[in-house]
Nanobody, 120 residues
């Protein structure tokens, strides 16, 4: 009943920027933590950044200082601003959200993913 849709991926040169967006829709009572993950070919999915409902953020060391996660609570959208991109950032980026679809019913939702490719 909860859907996440990512957008904003693409092909950029090293040093460039992209802004990813993820919109949550469906039966939503409250969106708690939101996060961005990424998965490169042959690699395990890794956590990139998290943001709580109150706006507190955490970042993987590999992206700290380059990426910024933000959210629009009114629209149930989470963003990932990616600056100073490196080839090693190439991956499929997935949005994740911890959602209450009733006051007592919790769901963890994933988006379909958006491809980010950074050329050297």
């Amino acid at each position: 009943q909860v859907q996440l849709v990512e957008s904003g991926g693409g092909l950029v040169q090293a040093g460039g920027s992209l802004r990813l967006s993820c919109a949550a829709s469906g039966s939503i009572f409250k969106v708690n933590d939101m996060a961005w993950y990424r998965q490169a070919p042959g690699k395990q999915r890794e956590l990139v950044a998290t943001i709580t409902s109150s706006g507190r953020t955490n970042y993987a060391d590999s992206v700290k200082g380059r990426f910024t996660i933000a959210r629009d609570n009114a629209k149930n959208i989470v963003y990932l601003q990616m600056d100073s991109l490196k080839p090693e950032d190439t991956a499929v980026y997935y949005c994740n959200a911890d959602v209450l679809w009733t006051a007592r019913t919790r769901s963890n939702a994933w988006g379909q993913g958006t491809q980010v490719t950074v050329s050297a």
